[in-house]
């Protein structure tokens, strides 16, 4: 998630999930957006480029 991007309002979120046909109550709701900011918190800390050669790759053969 870039810094522009910014995560949807309990409001925002509450309407998108209104759309979906699934009867959601407001605890529902509000736990389901609490795991959706956790969610692109983690996402963000994923590196956008990973450093391959830090590690050789492990190769398990099943004759061995």
């Known amino acids: ?11 925002e979120f509450r309407t998108r999930a209104a759309h ?4 959601l109550t407001d605890e529902d709701i509000r736990h389901l957006h609490q795991g959706y900011l956790g969610l692109l918190q983690l996402m963000a800390r994923i590196p956008d480029r990973w450093d ?3 590690e050789p790759p492990h190769v398990f053969r099943a004759d061995e």
């Not at 998630?1 to 409001?11: G, I, V, Y």
């Open 20 to 23: 979906s046909g699934l009867p």
């Open 52 to 54: 391959w050669a830090a």
């Open 1 to 11: 998630m870039t810094p522009a991007d910014k995560p949807p309002s309990l409001e």
